[in-house]
C-alpha cells in the first residue's frame, strides 16, 4: 500500500467464526493476499457447544480499506459475524504480558517500585530476575516495557489485543 | 486450532433410512441427488475408488480431458453456458496443482465450479507422499471455500453443502480434497431435503433494501445523462434477471453499455445498447460512462480494465451499485448508493418501484443526451477497411458474425486480441451464449472450455474464437473433443503474433518485440488431420464467406487456420493509465492520441 501504516487509524476488528479445520489460515490468508496489515491477532475458542471461535484483529487502513476489509471478512464461508470495535461505539480493548526483566541493586528494587505503579505483579523471581505479568490496553503496556527497558528488560511475551463492546448487547 | 471431532457429533442423530456404503459411492451417490449430468475429469492414483464407483454406475457421463487445468475450463463452459454448476474430478498431487489456473479463473469471473480432488490416504498427509500437494491450502485463495472430508459420514453433508456454497449469492469454484482411505471406507449416506438446506454460517443476500430501491428509481428518474453499466452477475443471476434488465431498460429508454463479462444480457444489436466499455470499449460507451450524471451499476465490480485511471473515472456522476458481494461495492470507486442484492431481484423491485411512483425519464433532457451519444456514435470507431490482399481479423469475425447468427450458436474465446475484437464485432442476443475469460485472462481457456459448451449443447454450433498462440496453450484437448466426436469449429485469427503483447509493446515499450513473435508454427491444417478433424486455411478475403459456410457445412470437428493482417492492432483502446474516455482510435494513432505515462507503463 502506498499510504504509511502509522498515519491510518487502528481499528480493531473482531470476527465470530465456526470453528473449523483451516478458518484461521482463511483469515490471515485474505489479510496477506490483499496487502491489509495486522498490528496484533488473537484467536481462541469462545462457544464450544456451538463450535464458535472468536479471532480479535488489530489492523489499520483509511476508511474504504477498513470497509473493504470488513466486507472481505464477511464473504467468507465459516465467519458468523463481523464487527468493527473502533468504529460502532465504545469497547474494551486488554493485553496481557508477561515481561522478563534481569536485574540487580538499585534496576531490582525500581523495577518493582514501577510494577507496583502499574499493577503488574511479579509471577517469577530469581535472585537476579523477575517475570512481571502486567495487564492492560496496548498503551499502558506498551509504557510498563519502555520503563523496564533501561532497568533490564531481557524478554516479553504479549497475547495481543482481546476485545469487546461495553454495553448489554452481544455479538 | 481444534476441531477435527466437531462434525463427528452426528452419528446418533442418524436416520434409521441412512444408507451403508463406501465414501467413493456417496460421493457419486450425492452428485447424482445433485442432478450432476457431467464430470470432466482425468483419473490417477488417488482417485481410483471414485472412478471405480462411476465406472459401476450409467448416471453421470465422465468426459476424460487430456490435461486436468482443461477439465475446469471444460467445467466452466458447461456451466457458463447452462446456469449449472461444473463438476471436476481430478487426482491428487498433479492433479490438483493442474487445476488452479480453472480454479483462479472461476473464482474472477464467479463461475460455479465443484471441484473434486483426489489425495492421498488420511494417515500419509503431512508426510510428503507420492503424489502428495496440500491441495487445501493451495486453493484456499482461489476458491469461494474449500473443504478436506475426513470422515466418510461427512461426505454426503459436505457434497451438498459444497454445491451450495458454490452456486449460491456470488458464485464460485469449490474444492472438495478426499483422502483416499475415506473414499474406500465405508459410511451412512442419506439424501437431506436439497430445497430447504441451510448453511450454518453462509447467507447470501437475495432482496435489496426497499428504501435503497426506492432512492435509486428517484434518481434514475431525475437524471439528465443516465446509463445502464451491466456486467456478469446478470448472467450469474439468469436468464430472467436479463428479461427484467431488457424490461427496465426500455421503461427508461436509457443507454446501456457491457462489461465484457456482461454481454448478451442486453441484445447488442438494439439501438439503446453502445457496446461494450472499457479497455477497448466503444467511443460512445467510454464517453457516456465518463460524462454522465447518474451510472447505474448492476451487477459489474469496476474493474480496472473499465474505470482506466480511478480518478479520472466519471468525475460527475452520482453511482449506483448493485451487487450480491459486499466486497464489490467501494472496493475500487466510491460508490453515493450500494444496494446489496442478487441483481435479479433488485431490477424487479427497480421496475416495481419505478412503475409504483408513477415516475417519468425527463423527455427533453433524454433527447439531448442522446443526441450527444449519436455525436459519439456517428465517429464509427470500430470502422475497418478490408483490402482485397489479406484478411482482416475484424473482418474475419465480422463475417462470422453474419453467418452464424441465425444459427444456435455459442461462442468461446481465447485470450488476447481476438478476444477483444470478437467482443466489438460479434453481436450476442441472449445470455449464456458467451463464454471468455474475464478477470485472469487465461490464454488457453477457449477451446476446453468450447468442449464443455458442446458437451452441454450437442446439437448446437460452438465455435472457438482463438488465436493461434492461446490455441497452443490447451491444443492437446482436441483430443477430447475427438474422442467424443464433438463438431467444434476452432476459429483461430492466425496474425503469428501474439498479438495484444505486440500490440503494448509497439505503443508502450518503442516497437521493440521482445519474444511476441510465432516462430515455429505449426501446420494448422496438418495438425487437425492428424487429430482426424477437418483442418481449412483461409486466406483470401473474396472466398472468406464461401470458406467460412464451408467449415459450418461440415461435419464434425473443423480447425481453421485464418491468415489474418499480422499487424493490425486492437482500438479503440485504453491505454493503461489514462482516463476512460482518452482513447488511442484506429488511424490516428499519433495526432491527437493519449500519450502513455511513465506511470502508465508500470500498470498491466
Given amino acids: 500500500m502506498s499510504e504509511k501504516p502509522e498515519a491510518d487509524p487502528k481499528h480493531t476488528i473482531a470476527v465470530l467464526v465456526d470453528n473449523e479445520p483451516g478458518v484461521l489460515a482463511r483469515v490471515v490468508g485474505l489479510f496477506s493476499g490483499r496487502g491489509y496489515n495486522i498490528d496484533s491477532l488473537t484467536v481462541a475458542e469462545v462457544d464450544t457447544r456451538r463450535d464458535r471461535s472468536r479471532i480479535n484483529i488489530v489492523t489499520s487502513g483509511n476508511e474504504m480499506i477498513i470497509d473493504q476489509i470488513r466486507a472481505q471478512l464477511e464473504r467468507l464461508v465459516p465467519v458468523f459475524n463481523v464487527v468493527d470495535l473502533t468504529e460502532d461505539g465504545p469497547s ?24 507496583d505503579i502499574f499493577r503488574a505483579r511479579a509471577v517469577d523471581s530469581t535472585l537476579g530476575s523477575f517475570v512481571f505479568e502486567v495487564t492492560g490496553d496496548s498503551s499502558k503496556v506498551n509504557a510498563f516495557i519502555d520503563l523496564m527497558e533501561p532497568l533490564g528488560l531481557a524478554e516479553v511475551s504479549r497475547t495481543g489485543v482481546v476485545a469487546i463492546a461495553r454495553g448489554a448487547d452481544a455479538m | ?151 466418510t459420514d461427512e461426505m454426503g453433508r459436505i457434497v451438498h453443502e459444497a454445491f451450495y456454497v458454490a452456486t449460491q449469492g456470488r458464485p464460485g469454484p469449490v474444492v472438495i480434497d478426499l483422502p483416499k482411505d475415506i473414499c474406500v471406507n465405508q459410511g451412512h449416506y442419506e439424501k437431506p431435503d436439497l430445497d430447504n438446506l441451510q448453511h450454518k454460517t453462509y447467507r447470501p443476500p437475495t432482496t435489496g433494501k426497499p428504501d ?158 442522446w443526441t450527444t451519444i449519436q455525436k459519439w456514435r456517428s465517429r464509427d470507431c470500430l470502422a475497418f477497411d478490408q483490402g482485397k490482399d489479406v484478411i482482416l481479423p475484424q473482418h474475419a469475425i465480422q463475417r462470422l458474425y453474419e453467418l452464424t447468427k441465425e444459427r444456435d450458436t455459442y461462442i468461446t474465446t481465447e485470450v488476447g486480441q481476438h478476444q477483444m475484437w470478437a467482443a466489438q464485432f460479434y453481436k450476442f442476443e441472449e445470455p449464456n451464449r458467451w463464454m471468455t475469460s474475464g478477470g485472469l485472462g487465461t490464454m488457453g481457456y477457449g477451446l476446453p472450455a468450447a468442449v464443455g459448451v458442446q458437451i452441454a449443447h450437442p446439437e448446437s454450433l460452438v465455435v472457438d474464437i482463438s488465436g493461434e498462440a492461446s490455441f497452443m496453450m490447451n491444443m492437446q484437448e482436441i483430443a477430447t473433443a475427438a474422442q467424443y466426436r464433438l463438431p467444434l469449429k476452432v476459429f483461430i485469427l492466425n496474425n503469428r503474433w501474439m498479438g495484444m503483447v505486440r500490440q503494448w ?62 499487424e493490425e492492432n486492437c482500438f479503440p483502446m485504453v491505454p493503461s493509465g489514462a482516463a476512460h474516455n482518452e482513447m488511442i482510435m484506429a488511424g490516428n494513432k499519433d495526432a491527437e492520441s493519449p500519450k502513455v505515462t511513465g506511470d502508465g507503463m508500470a500498470l498491466v
Fill in chain 2, 1 to 151: 486450532m481444534s476441531g477435527t471431532e466437531q462434525n463427528l457429533g452426528q452419528a446418533s442423530d442418524r436416520n434409521e433410512a441412512a444408507e451403508t456404503m463406501s465414501g467413493a459411492e456417496i460421493l457419486i451417490r450425492a452428485l447424482t441427488d445433485q442432478g450432476v449430468e457431467v464430470i470432466f475429469g482425468y483419473p490417477g492414483g488417488a482417485v481410483l475408488p471414485i472412478y471405480d464407483a462411476l465406472f459401476a454406475q450409467n448416471n453421470i457421463r465422465h468426459i476424460l480431458v487430456r490435461q486436468e487445468g482443461g477439465a475446469v475450463h471444460a467445467a466452466e463452459g458447461y456451466a457458463r453456458s447452462t446456469g449449472k454448476p461444473g463438476v471436476v474430478l481430478v487426482t491428487s498431487g498433479p492433479g490438483a496443482t493442474n487445476a488452479v489456473t480453472g480454479l483462479t479463473d472461476a473464482m474472477m469471473d464467479s463461475i460455479p465450479i465443484v471441484c473434486l480432488t483426489g489425495q492421498v490416504a488420511s494417515h500419509l498427509i503431512g508426510n510428503d507422499a507420492f503424489q502428495e500437494a496440500d491441495t487445501i491450502g493451495i486453493t484456499r485463495p482461489c476458491t469461494k471455500h474449500n473443504y478436506l472430508v475426513k470422515d
Fill in chain 1, 92 to 115: 474494551i480493548e486488554r493485553e496481557l504480558a508477561l515481561i522478563k526483566v534481569v536485574a540487580t541493586g538499585e534496576n531490582r528494587i525500581e523495577a518493582l517500585r514501577v510494577a
Fill in chain 2, 505 to 566: 509493446q509497439e505503443l508502450l515499450h518503442g516497437s521493440r518485440y521482445s519474444e511476441t513473435y510465432s516462430e515455429a508454427l505449426p501446420d494448422f491444417v496438418k495438425l487437425a488431420e492428424c487429430f482426424g478433424a477437418t483442418g481449412m486455411a483461409m486466406r483470401d478475403p473474396a472466398t472468406l464467406d464461401d470458406d467460412i459456410l464451408k467449415m459450418l457445412d461440415t461435419d464434425g470437428l473443423v480447425i481453421a487456420d485464418v491468415q489474418v493482417a499480422q
Fill in chain 2, 212 to 369: 435503497q430501491v426506492a432512492e435509486a428509481v428517484k434518481w434514475m428518474a431525475g437524471a439528465k445523462r443516465p446509463i445502464f453499466y451491466t456486467g456478469g452477475g446478470l448472467i450469474n443471476s439468469g436468464p430472467e434477471a436479463c428479461a427484467k434488465l431488457r424490461e427496465l431498460v426500455k421503461l427508461t429508454g436509457y443507454p446501456i453499455t457491457s462489461t465484457l463479462m456482461g454481454l448478451g444480457a442486453y441484445p447488442a444489436s438494439d439501438q439503446q445498447f453502445l457496446g461494450m466499455l472499457g479497455m477497448h470499449g466503444t467511443y460512445e460507451a467510454n464517453n457516456a460512462m465518463h460524462d454522465c450524471d447518474v451510472m447505474i451499476c448492476l451487477g459489474a465490480r469496476f474493474d480496472d480494465r473499465i474505470t482506466g485511471r480511478l480518478d479520472a473515472f466519471s468525475p460527475n456522476s452520482k453511482k449506483i451499485h448493485v451487487d450480491v458481494d459486499p466486497s464489490s461495492i467501494n472496493k475500487n470507486i466510491s460508490i453515493d448508493l450500494g444496494i446489496i442484492g442478487d441483481v435479479g431481484q433488485v431490477i424487479e423491485q427497480m421496475l416495481a418501484a419505478w412503475k409504483q411512483a408513477g415516475h417519468q425519464p425527463d423527455a427533453a433532457a433524454s433527447t439531448e443526451w
